[in-house]
């Protein structure tokens, strides 16, 4: 008797769900509409129909309401590696206009651009993790990209809470380099800019090369891409990083004149580093972690820069592996706890602590920050 009335109130609470249905939310609503008879896949890309309801701040969104925000064409696929296995898929948007083409909109508020992700934080639960680092990273003084949280609903069947967000690109409100040129060999068109990427090799990489000191350490261009590219802006970069990795593996690696500091950029590298170790990020260095560099005519700075921050859906406790839930010890030394995985950790964070200026800087650095986006007060604000 006890067995059946457990499985009746199971089958009442499994009606009750699928009863209800979505009609209203104090988020923005994304609506998405796809052709007959074609389904979202990884590729290609399908053209379908996205409008968003945005009624302002205070004022409740109904699934009724007018398309206030976005009424048009985007081209959609689903987007990710490891996370495409997830019953929550992510989705690489574009906005485009009647014709196909690239049609930049500020979305939900955000600056205007064409190419979005609406990210669908599944192995986080508290759907904030990402939302979090990249405010943080945005209050130390870095490009992140914005986010705004949003209801989905796709033909009629609602998604859950997702989160639309920029696509990490070249572009002056996202990161503010120079967008790379065809080579003149008697200028610095190659010099920049470029962002690259230390990741896992999966889907349609392009070039890529391996660090001389790691071959689990793998490079791969992001903004330009592959096809972009000549074959001599290819090589600089490459050489780039190569030189930087060989002048801080060499036994004058702290000089001013000989060793690293002429290759990157320090607060970068500090602000990188720290918010990494924060989260205890179980994926950090070794995957999903940007780099880029600025053409030298077109910045004053043009050195190799840590970020933009990405991929922290498994952090702050969020798995259970290799250390990641623990609060002592370091995410840098992983390869020396969890030397399993096919890709490794580059090893510029262990050897740069090894010159004390660099060491004393990222420990000021870190202090400043406590002071301030840091404070754990100032932390908890921002998640309540």
């Known amino acids: 008797m006890k067995n059946w009335v457990i499985f009746s109130l199971l089958l009442l609470a499994s009606h009750y769900l699928r009863s209800q249905i979505f009609t209203d939310s104090n988020l923005p609503i994304v609506v998405i509409t796809t052709p007959v008879g074609q389904s979202i896949v ?5 053209t379908c129909h996205m409008g968003v309801i945005d009624n302002g701040p205070g004022i409740r969104n109904y699934l009724t309401d007018p398309f206030t925000n976005y009424d048009g064409d985007i081209a ?4 990710g590696s490891t996370s495409q296995q997830y019953p929550k898929k ?18 939900l508020g955000m600056p205007m651009e064409n190419d979005w992700i609406l990210y669908g934080p599944y192995p986080d639960k508290t759907l904030i993790r990402n939302v979090l680092t990249f405010d943080l990273a945005r209050k130390m003084g870095n490009y992140a990209s914005d986010t705004r949280f949003c209801e989905l609903v796709i033909d009629n069947n609602y998604r859950g809470v997702y989160i639309m967000m ?30 690259v990427k ?7 990489v392009g070039y890529t090369w391996t660090s001389n000191y790691n071959n689990e350490v793998v490079f791969q261009f992001h903004d330009p891409e592959t096809d972009e590219m000549s074959s001599l802006q290819e090589s600089y970069m490459e050489n780039f990083i190569n030189e930087f990795e060989a002048a801080l593996n060499g036994p004058f690696f702290d000089d001013a004149n000989l060793g690293y500091h002429h290759y990157i950029d320090q607060t970068s590298f500090h602000d990188f580093f720290i918010l990494q170790e924060l989260g205890r990020t179980v994926d950090g260095y070794r995957s999903s972690s940007f780099l880029h560099k600025d053409k030298d005519a077109f910045s004053w700075n043009a050195k190799l820069v840590a970020g933009p921050m990405w991929d922290f859906n498994l952090s702050f406790g969020n798995a259970d592996y290799c250390d990641a839930d623990q609060t002592t010890g370091w995410q840098y030394n992983f390869d020396q706890i969890c030397g399993n995985f096919s890709t ?16 004393n800087g990222l420990r000021c650095r870190w202090e400043e920050l406590r002071q301030g986006p840091l404070h754990t007060d100032n932390i908890n604000s921002f998640i309540d």
């Open 166 to 195: 920029e696509r990490i690109k070249i572009d002056g409100d996202r990161v503010n380099i120079e967008k790379l040129h065809t080579p003149n060999l008697w200028d610095d068109t190659l010099t920049g800019g470029y962002i």
């Open 198 to 204: 230390v990741d896992k090799l999966t889907g349609d």
């Open 76 to 79: 959609i696929e689903i987007r």
């Open 344 to 359: 490794s950790i580059p090893f510029w964070w262990k050897k740069l602590q090894e010159d004390p200026v660099y060491a």
């Open 90 to 107: 992510s989705y690489a948007i574009e906005t485009q206009d009647a014709l196909g083409l690239n049609l930049p909109v500020a979305l």
């Open 42 to 46: 990884d590729e290609p890309r399908i």
